[in-house]
């Protein structure tokens, strides 16, 4: 009987031990994964702060593309206007041209 209690408590203890190891592993199966949790949520932020980052930066390139745009229109109308005022300038050569050959004839 005394051999049978020992036996008991022998296989009592072994299953002990095989729980408390089982027990330890998952807590450290549970750390590693909340530690990975962890990980993945600080690289979700990133990627988001990233993505915000990079959005502002296209804003900002669509504006500097808008200002050039106007830019150019500014130089395209000024140098339409030159034009005109070269043509202006033309015609009164050639006005003055005729008068000045009018006059020595």
Do not use: H, P
């Not at 089982?22 to 590693?32: F, M, P």
């Amino acid at each position: 009987m005394k051999r049978v209690i020992n036996v008991i408590l022998f296989l009592g203890l072994c299953f002990s031990v095989l729980s408390q190891s089982k027990s330890d592993k998952l807590k450290r199966e549970q750390k590693k994964l909340e530690s990975k949790i962890s990980n993945t949520k600080s690289l979700l932020q990133k990627v988001s702060s990233n993505r915000e980052a990079s959005l502002n930066e296209l804003k900002l390139i669509e504006n500097q593309i808008n200002s050039r745009e106007a830019l150019l229109k500014i130089f395209d109308n000024q140098v339409k206007m030159a034009d005109v005022y070269i043509q202006e300038k033309q015609e009164k050569v050639k006005a003055l041209t005729i008068r000045m050959e009018r006059l020595k004839a």
